[in-house]
């Protein structure tokens, strides 16, 4: 989703006006001007952090940009699977020993569905030490196709690892109820575009009460994405939504400063 004018003002987050392409991606890569941030991920019944989704960013011409804007274009290349390694490479690094001695904390993961299945997760994994906090790993499954065989057969092995895994970006489509029959998750994450369309001067939106019905008739947590205001978090907490990120609660957070929101507002 293109960074608004707003936001791009408070976070110093931009929309690349010039078209990109791949190679410029795989450069950026190269010169090391892409890095990690994470996004907290907070309770709604105390708003205590429990966790951090990390995120793609790329510092370009002194602003950053968000992953939206240019992580598509990987989309079944050979760079979306050096990505996601050279993330858990880097989660290693700069969270690896905290989670060890945050036991209760969890980092979601965003995995492309098309490495699902190839083996190379589990090497990233293993090869930085990052397994060894699997069961505080969670796997985001993006919504850039769907698995494959192979990829649906390891999907639904994950548990085995002890990670969880999460359906990102879902918007209650047919699609993904269908995907939510076929695989084993842990977690759903309502899309943005979902949550923007909750505000005071609207009425509720049909979305919420199939929200409050997959709660009832399922075992699921559900994350709420992009709450941007008091009035989204109170009604997702409402309707039974137990855990939501956004700018609502904060921005995204170089390492450092997250452990310290974390400590800051861990339950």
Not at 165 to 172: E, Y
């Amino acid at each position: 989703m293109p960074t608004s004018e707003g936001a791009a003002a408070r976070y110093g987050l931009i929309t690349v006006a010039a078209p990109l392409d791949l190679a410029a991606v795989q450069a950026a890569f190269a010169a090391r001007e892409l890095f990690l941030a994470y996004q907290p991920i907070v309770a709604l019944s105390d708003e205590s952090c429990v966790g951090a989704e990390s995120l793609i960013r790329w510092r370009h011409d002194g602003w950053t940009v968000e992953a939206a804007e240019f992580m598509p274009l990987t989309d079944r290349t050979p760079l979306s699977g050096v990505l996601t390694y050279w993330v858990i490479d880097t989660i290693a690094n700069e969270l690896g020993d905290w989670l060890g001695s945050h036991s209760r904390a969890h980092i979601g993961i965003n995995i492309p569905p098309e490495i699902l299945g190839r083996g190379g997760i589990e090497y990233a994994a293993v090869k930085s030490g990052l397994r060894d906090y699997a069961k505080q790993l969670i796997l985001e499954i993006t919504e850039r196709g769907i698995p494959d065989e192979l990829g649906l057969e390891a999907l639904n092995r994950i548990p085995e690892t002890g990670a969880r895994v999460a359906l990102d970006d879902m918007t209650l489509s047919g699609a993904n109820l269908a995907l939510l029959a076929r695989c084993h998750f842990d977690l759903v994450k309502i899309d943005r575009a979902l949550v923007a369309e909750l505000a005071a001067d609207r009425p509720e939106p049909e979305w919420l009460d199939g929200l409050t019905a997959l709660l009832r008739t399922t075992a699921l947590e559900i994350v709420a994405e992009g709450v941007e205001t008091e009035y989204q978090a109170r009604t997702l907490h409402v309707a039974g939504v137990q855990l939501a990120q956004g700018h609502y609660f904060s921005e995204a957070l170089s390492a450092d400063d997250f452990k310290r929101f974390y400590d800051a507002g861990s339950a």
